[in-house]
């Protein structure tokens, strides 16, 4: 049976859907994180550049942001420019982040008061158009809100990091929200592998892509980013039929 609609209608309805959607211009553009099990199953193989952004904590990592700071770390550290940081609790540890691979002369930080504050600085910053990426410490995110700030990020090209962080363990149930992000992320600390001498081995973190436009949410399991703010396969993952080693979804 030949299509109802002509092929040109169809074609002109799905570009006007990837310009509503922020997947023409800056969006376009990717950041692999150099992990074939984990770029693979990205759209367009890696982290959209230029568009916003949500990294949580899982479990008490809701509420110290530790793992997820790394992890948004570890991104900003491989993205050309100055890194701008906005918190509301100055407890960021720079030596921590360096171990990410983000040095602590690429870093400008900004603490304000509350949320509110927090997401007019980071607005501003996605807008400036002279930074390699924003990251902002911040509980609340509606959808108005977001939908401005992934829309300074389009029009600079600048990516944007919501580090989703609550004050109690209960909060972290508003990041079920909707919102404008293009990808939205879960990182939870894992045990990291016993070494043949004494000594912490390298962190190890599941990484769950919970959404992403036009593409698919999963689980990992990855080591914590190193020096220079990549991501790691453990051996024992490796080994493992991708399959096994993690859960994919359908979004709907």
């Known amino acids: 049976m030949p299509d109802a609609v ?14 509503l959607e922020g997947a023409e211009m800056h969006a376009r553009e990717v950041l692999p994180f150099g992990v074939d099990r984990l770029d693979r199953r990205m759209p367009q193989g890696g982290l959209a550049r230029g568009c916003l952004h949500e990294v949580a ?9 530790a793992a997820a700071a790394c992890f948004a770390a570890g991104i900003a550290a491989r993205l050309p420019g100055p890194v701008l940081w906005c918190v509301t609790q100055a407890d960021l540890f720079a030596p921590g982040l ?12 900004v603490e304000a008061g509350n949320d509110t504050a927090v997401l007019a600085c980071m607005e501003e910053g996605l807008r400036h158009g002279g930074l390699g990426a924003v990251v902002a410490d ?9 939908r401005r700030l992934h829309l300074a990020a389009k029009a600079s090209g600048t990516t944007g990091i919501a580090l989703r962080r609550w004050r109690r363990q209960a909060d972290a149930s508003d990041f079920g929200q909707p919102t404008a992000a293009m990808t939205r992320w879960r990182v ?14 390298r962190p190890r973190w599941l990484i769950e892509l919970i959404r992403a436009r036009a593409g698919e949410s999963f689980d990992l399991e990855l080591e914590g980013c190193d020096g220079t703010g990549h991501l790691g396969l453990p051996a024992d993952v490796a080994d ?7 859960r994919q979804h359908a979004l709907g």
């Open 57 to 65: 904590g899982g479990g008490g990592g809701a509420v110290d942001g």
């Open 6 to 19: 002509p092929r040109p209608t169809v074609a002109a309805l799905r570009a006007r859907i990837a310009h």
């Open 138 to 146: 911040v509980a609340r995110l509606s959808m108005t809100a977001s």
């Open 98 to 109: 360096e171990q990410a691979g983000l040095s602590p002369d690429r870093v400008i930080y």
């Open 240 to 246: 493992r039929p991708a399959a096994a080693a993690g």
């Open 188 to 201: 939870s600390v894992l045990p990291s592998a016993p070494l043949p001498v004494p000594g912490v081995g």
